[in-house]
């Protein structure tokens, strides 16, 4: 072990059994929304919080359809869509306190919008602008990240950043099922486990990394599998059960907040949207296979079971419903606001101080717009 | 007051930055107990112990993205990538996070961290240990570039560079790190980062030059002096930004230009210096502005890179070109026209 990850690791590493996942994905509801058989050796989630869950998993999937909505209409340049991953989407947040960070992808708007950000200011990378629209200093959330498993290392980084700091703070950081072929990946792993650092990566396996399968992606037996080479705690879950999915992830951001190192969840979920507006999923997948996953769908799952057990009433249906409409009609109107950008600032933020080169090209393109003005 | 090596004035400079700053740390590989291959980060570890100077698993890609991580959560890392050619690994974390993370983020993230790269050629490296890099680095917006080419100078832009708000890749020329000064570091006489400096003032043509080239210029306009020439060197220091200021009135002075670098010709550092002076000195130019580059192939081995480094020679036959005759130079010209 490293000495710098000694002074921070309590206890010792993971044994190679520990480190291993469960056989089958672990999973709490059926898709009817009745009790799996399995017991998973997880805490299931208070019915509280998964009452708050089923709230912000409504909202997410309305936010997802205005967003699809909005780029119908051309008022964003693109969008990738999250329906169908929203049990993934929003307990990778409700795991999370208010000190710890999230490291997102492109496809995870809607658990930035979990997290509490303005859905207008998440919208802002995708309507076209050039920057990420929030402040992910104030919001401990890192700007939505294009290239693939890059955010991972900037995870680890931001996890060991913390614990130097001395404050208890975790990193969620999320990936794709195509990022975890990506170098960056592998070597995120490395790092958090080599300085132990407080990390939780979350797989978001949606099935395709655009058009390519997961079968074409690796030969691993299971994603999650992909941790126990890099001594990293790792476990497979069933990504459209959110109970599942948060009783999973809360043990492993206890595990990353008690000083036990980074712990690698899998979540088998399916992208039920194309892979952007612009992509034509019937190129690779069938309709069969949409419907078989439609009817897996984790949003009417957790009604179901909620229901059943008396945590969720038809009032509490009503008012997550109509929360989800006014975010719609406030995201419609937020973005009817926007208007054209200042081509001027993209000068502003190269460096702290613009360059002399950089300021005689923004007077250069001032000159510009003043003559296409007059 | 003493002899300093610009290895030992790099050290020195990390050791003064972790000394001044809890907020900096130094990392790579091979960086703690062996101290670095080049030893520029001898003895750090023990003095500020294994939190601050610490080896990393053998992957750039990760020790630089785990430096953007740092630099977000207010450490001021500096890492250290082993040569030139292992630094591609990187390449991504560097170009599309490094250099544009300010920007994304609207100005509200920056990373004020060092990425030190040991470049260039003429330690005879066997292969991927020699290419001079920093035209990658300089064609990437949102990066500073830095290339020291003295020890006074390898101290303080390492300073600057460690204080500076946003990244710098510190281009660290290999052949330099044995070159010795009798050099105070503790007194700054060195100019500022971003701005090119004048080693050897001259009437007649100026010598552009940076890094690893710039004493290969100043032996040139020794030379040239002797020829009745008087030849002004200018070491540009800081490749981004850029000084026009200091490089435009020194040519305009003198009429006459040459630039020398030690990488590959093609669309490098040198080509972008030539099309500015042009631009920007055309009135005041005597004759076209010659450049003397490395040759537009793979760096050569050792038994070869003899061949391939601008030399004196070549300087001076660059100097030769530049009209002093009021003959137009006719080499670059097709044969029939020749």
């Given at each position: 072990m490293s000495i710098t990850a000694d002074a921070y690791l309590k206890g010792p590493r993971p044994a190679p059994d520990e480190l291993l996942p469960s056989a089958?994905?672990?999973?709490?509801?059926?898709?009817?929304?009745?009790?799996?058989?399995?017991?998973?050796?997880?805490?299931a989630p208070s019915d509280e919080r998964l009452g708050e869950a089923y709230r912000r998993m409504v909202l997410a999937r309305r936010f997802d359809q205005?967003?699809?909505?909005?780029?119908?209409?051309?008022?964003?340049?693109?969008?990738?869509?999250?329906?169908?991953?929203?049990?993934?989407?929003?307990?990778?947040?409700?795991?999370?306190?208010?000190?710890?960070?999230?490291?997102?992808?492109?496809?995870?708007?809607?658990?930035?919008?979990?997290?509490?950000?303005d859905p207008v200011d998440v919208l802002t990378l995708l309507r076209g602008d050039w920057h990420c629209g929030y402040d992910p200093m104030a919001t401990r959330v890192a700007p939505l990240c294009t290239p693939l498993a890059t955010q991972l290392l900037h995870a680890v980084g931001m996890a060991d950043a913390l614990r130097r700091k001395g404050e208890d703070g975790v990193v969620m950081a999320f990936v794709g099922d195509g990022g975890t072929s990506e170098g960056?990946?592998?070597?995120?792993?490395?790092?958090?486990?080599?300085?132990?650092?407080?990390?939780?990566?979350l797989i978001q396996n949606n099935q395709y990394a655009i058009s390519v399968p997961l079968a074409e992606q690796t030969a691993a037996p299971a994603l999650a599998y992909k941790g126990v080479g890099y001594g990293v705690r790792s476990e497979q879950v069933d990504g459209n059960d959110l109970v599942a999915v948060?009783?999973?992830?809360?043990?492993?951001?206890?595990?990353?907040?008690?000083?036990?190192?980074?712990?690698?969840?899998?979540?088998?979920?399916?992208?039920?949207?194309?892979?952007?507006?612009?992509?034509?999923?019937?190129?690779?997948?069938?309709?069969?296979?949409?419907?078989?996953?439609?009817?897996?769908?984790p949003l009417p799952r957790l009604q179901t079971w909620l229901r059943a057990h008396g945590a969720l009433t038809e009032q509490d249906i009503d008012v997550a419903q109509a929360e989800a409409e006014a975010l719609a009609a406030d995201l419609r109107a937020g973005i009817e606001l926007d208007g054209p950008s200042n081509v001027l600032e993209m000068f502003d933020h190269v460096y702290a101080d613009p360059t002399p080169q950089l300021k005689e090209q923004r007077r250069s393109l001032e000159t510009e717009v003043k003559g296409m003005e007059a | 007051m003493g002899t300093v090596t610009m290895a030992q004035a790099l050290n020195s400079a990390l050791r003064d930055a972790l000394s001044e700053d809890d907020r900096v740390l130094t990392f790579g590989e091979d960086v703690g107990r062996l101290g670095g291959v080049f030893r520029i980060t001898d003895g750090l570890r023990d003095e500020f112990g294994e939190q601050r100077c610490f080896d990393t698993p053998l992957a750039e890609s990760g020790l630089v993205g785990f430096a953007v991580g740092l630099a977000m959560g207010g450490f001021r890392p500096?890492?250290?990538?082993?040569?030139?050619?292992?630094?591609?690994?990187?390449?991504?974390?560097?170009?599309?996070?490094?250099?544009?993370?300010?920007?994304?983020?609207?100005g509200r993230v920056s990373l004020p961290m060092v990425i030190r790269v040991p470049?260039?050629?003429?330690?005879?490296?066997?292969?991927?240990?020699?290419?001079?890099?920093?035209?990658?680095?300089?064609?990437?917006?949102?990066?500073?570039?830095?290339?020291?080419?003295?020890?006074?100078?390898?101290?303080?832009?390492?300073?600057?560079?460690?204080?500076?708000?946003?990244?710098?890749?510190?281009?660290?020329?290999?052949?330099?790190?044995?070159?010795?000064?009798?050099?105070?570091?503790?007194?700054?006489?060195?100019?500022?980062?971003?701005?090119?400096?004048?080693?050897?003032?001259?009437?007649?043509?100026?010598?552009?030059?940076?890094?690893?080239?710039?004493?290969?210029?100043?032996?040139?306009?020794?030379?040239?002096?002797?020829d009745g020439i008087d030849v002004e060197v200018v070491d540009l220091r800081t490749l981004v930004p850029f000084d026009d200021e200091t490089v435009t009135a020194s040519v305009r002075r003198t009429g006459r230009c040459v630039v020398v670098q030690e990488a590959q010709g093609f669309a490098g550092v040198g080509a972008e210096i030539v099309a500015r002076v042009q631009e920007r000195c055309f009135h005041s130019l005597a004759a076209p502005v010659v450049r003397v580059a490395g040759f537009d192939v793979p760096y050569p081995p050792p038994k070869l890179e003899h061949a391939y480094l601008p030399s004196v020679d070549r300087v001076l036959d660059a100097i030769e070109r530049l009209q002093f005759d009021d003959q137009p130079d006719v080499r670059h010209l097709?044969?029939?026209?020749?």
């Open positions: 089958v994905p672990v999973r709490f509801v059926t898709e009817a929304g009745t009790a799996a058989d399995a017991p998973s050796g997880y805490a205005q967003a699809s909505a909005l780029t119908r209409q051309g008022r964003l340049a693109v969008y990738p869509s999250s329906r169908g991953q929203e049990a993934c989407q929003v307990a990778g947040v409700l795991a999370l306190r208010q000190q710890d960070w999230l490291f997102p992808t492109y496809r995870d708007t809607a658990a930035v919008v979990a997290r509490g950000v960056d990946f592998h070597e995120a792993l490395n790092f958090a486990a080599v300085f132990g650092t407080p990390v939780v990566f948060l009783a999973v992830l809360d043990e492993a951001v206890k595990h990353a907040r008690s000083g036990h190192g980074p712990f690698l969840v899998e979540a088998q979920t399916y992208r039920l949207d194309g892979h952007t507006n612009a992509d034509d999923p019937g190129r690779y997948r069938d309709e069969e296979e949409v419907r078989r996953w439609a009817a897996a769908d | 500096v890492v250290e990538l082993q040569f030139d050619a292992f630094a591609y690994p990187a390449f991504e974390q560097i170009t599309s996070h490094v250099a544009k993370m300010r920007n994304r983020t609207r470049y260039g050629g003429g330690i005879g490296g066997v292969e991927h240990h020699s290419d001079s890099s920093e035209a990658y680095y300089a064609h990437t917006p949102g990066l500073k570039v830095v290339t020291p080419a003295t020890v006074e100078d390898a101290y303080w832009l390492l300073r600057d560079a460690v204080c500076d708000p946003d990244p710098v890749v510190f281009l660290e020329p290999k052949k330099l790190y044995w070159s010795k000064e009798d050099a105070d570091l503790a007194r700054r006489g060195a100019a500022p980062t971003a701005r090119a400096v004048i080693r050897r003032p001259g009437l007649d043509a100026t010598l552009l030059a940076y890094g690893p080239s710039v004493p290969v210029a100043i032996d040139a306009a020794v030379e040239a002096a002797r097709a044969p029939e026209a020749s």
